[in-house]
C-alpha cells in the first residue's frame, strides 16, 4: 500500500489562535494512535517569501500516514470529532495538497 503524505496550510481567523490550539492539542497526538507521522509542523513569519501572492498560513502541516484507510481512521476517530467544533469555529480556509508514493 501507497504511504499517504498530506501538506496543509492553515489560515486562522483573527482573534481564534488559542480556539486552534486547543483543536490541536487533542488532534495532533492522535495521529501518531493512527499511524500517522507529524513530520513538519511550523509557523511562518510574515517576512516569508511568497512567490504566487497567497496569504501567510498561521500554520503549516506536513504529515504521512502508511495507507489510505489510517487518515480516514484518523479524520473520524471519536476524539478529534468531539472537538472539531474546535476548528470549525477558528479556521478560515485550508489548503490541502494530498500525495501518495506508489
Known amino acids: 500500500?501507497?504511504?499517504?503524505?498530506?501538506t496543509q496550510l492553515v489560515y486562522v481567523n483573527p482573534?481564534?489562535?488559542s480556539m486552534f490550539d486547543l483543536f490541536e492539542d487533542v488532534a495532533i497526538p492522535l495521529i501518531a494512535k493512527h499511524r500517522g507521522e507529524l513530520?513538519?509542523?511550523?509557523?511562518?513569519?510574515?517576512?516569508?517569501?511568497v512567490a504566487a501572492g497567497i496569504?501567510?498560513?498561521?500554520?503549516?502541516?506536513?504529515?504521512r500516514f502508511r495507507n489510505e484507510d489510517d487518515f480516514e481512521k484518523f479524520s473520524e476517530d471519536e476524539a478529534r470529532q468531539q472537538v472539531l467544533h474546535l476548528k470549525d469555529q477558528s479556521v478560515r480556509a485550508v489548503i490541502l495538497v494530498k500525495g501518495t508514493t506508489s
Open 55 to 63: 496569504d501567510v498560513p498561521y500554520e503549516i502541516h506536513f504529515v
Open 15 to 17: 482573534g481564534k489562535e
Open 39 to 49: 513530520l513538519l509542523r511550523g509557523r511562518p513569519t510574515k517576512d516569508i517569501i
Open 1 to 6: 500500500m501507497p504511504l499517504v503524505y498530506l
